[in-house]
């Protein structure tokens, strides 16, 4: 019959399911060719019906068939141009990959690091959640003590907080009772605060050493941290300044010859021709008597980890450390 060569030939070119459908319903839906050929079967006579019947369902089985292989066909087809359009190409940024050698604060932390080790001092963690005790109580600042108001806290509730400083890992390193004590701790602390010279997170490396008397004085202290700040900024002048901190006393902050102006007064130093850097002091016996140690002595210090990237790096935003902004961090 003319007509099933023309539509074997349309179900063989099919494009997609949905002509497949159609052409489908055209042969066998309601008004479909092959169902109204069925139904004028009734108008013939016997034996030509029989003939016709025959004709009809051998056509009816080749038509099903086609149409069930082709689907097959199709869905195939259609499977794989789906995934080839949704496929990803991993390799497609290779080219844009540059390669960088890590976190600015990483590197200097690796710097400060290597220092210390290299000093025969051990690394010690601590908790970034601490309790009221260590991160104040113990250090000599109990409730209401002014000096509660030199950090803005996180609370939690009246006694968890966000670590401030490293120094809580001092009070839980002498609760353990053993001597020496020889330690830096590095890591996170939380402070509200927010600005050019300021995060929410930043990092310090808290530093510790005691031992029985009266082995540990200021000097010791002194010689520890010129020869380290010499091993990080270079050829510069180093002074310590009478300060004040809870746990400490006597205390110093200590600063280090401008390194941008070399002394004589830029913007970078407030013209004052220095750069504060860090913490330090002899331990406060009030700290002693808090982790229960008698007949001690020794000395701590503390630095902001960013303070010394800004200055090396020449970054004049500290926020912008934490931006992940591939334009800055490429740069390392
Ligand atoms: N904890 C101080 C701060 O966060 C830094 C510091 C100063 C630590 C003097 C010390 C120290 O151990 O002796 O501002």
Redesign the pocket.
């Known amino acids: 019959m003319e007509w099933e060569k023309e539509i074997t030939n349309k179900i063989q070119n099919a494009n997609s399911l949905t002509e497949l459908e159609e052409l489908r319903l055209s042969i066998f839906g309601k008004k479909g060719k092959l169902t109204s050929e069925f139904s004028n079967l009734k108008n013939l006579n016997d034996n030509d019906k029989k003939d016709k019947a025959r004709l009809l369902n051998e056509m009816k089985t080749n038509l099903e068939n086609l149409i069930f292989d082709t689907k097959n066909k199709l869905k195939t087809l259609e499977l794989e141009q789906k995934i080839q359009s949704e496929a990803i190409d991993v390799s497609l940024f290779k080219n844009n990959f540059s390669p960088s050698y890590g976190h600015p604060i990483n590197l200097i932390f690796d710097k400060i690091i290597d220092y210390f080790i290299g000093a025969s001092f051990a690394i010690k963690y601590g908790p970034l959640v601490e309790n009221d005790f260590y991160n104040f109580e113990a250090l000599n600042l109990p409730k209401f003590h002014p000096a509660r108001d030199m950090q803005d806290t996180f609370y939690f509730n009246d006694s968890m907080l966000l670590r401030t400083?490293t120094?809580p890992v001092?009070i839980r390193t002498m609760e353990q009772g053993k001597l020496p004590i020889r330690i830096i701790s590095p890591g996170a602390v939380f402070r509200r605060d927010y600005d050019m010279t300021h995060s929410p997170m930043f990092h310090?490396i808290?530093g510790l050493v005691v031992d029985e008397n009266p082995k540990i004085n200021f000097a010791n202290l002194k010689y520890i941290l010129e020869d380290f700040l010499t091993y990080i900024f270079g050829d510069i002048k180093i002074r310590f300044r009478s300060s004040y901190?809870p746990?400490?006393e006597p205390?110093a902050e200590v600063d280090i010859s401008c390194i941008f102006c070399k002394g004589s007064g830029c913007r970078v130093c407030s013209h004052t021709g220095w750069l504060e850097v860090l913490?330090?002091?002899v331990v406060n016996n009030n700290v002693f008597n808090a982790v229960g140690l008698k007949n001690v002595s020794g000395y701590?210090?503390?630095m902001g980890v960013e303070r010394f990237a800004m200055l090396l790096y020449g970054v004049n935003d500290l926020r912008s450390f934490f931006e992940t902004d591939l334009r800055l961090l490429e740069q390392f």
Do not use: P, V, Y
């Open positions: 400083h120094s001092q310090q808290e901190f746990f400490t205390s913490g330090c002091g701590a210090f503390g």
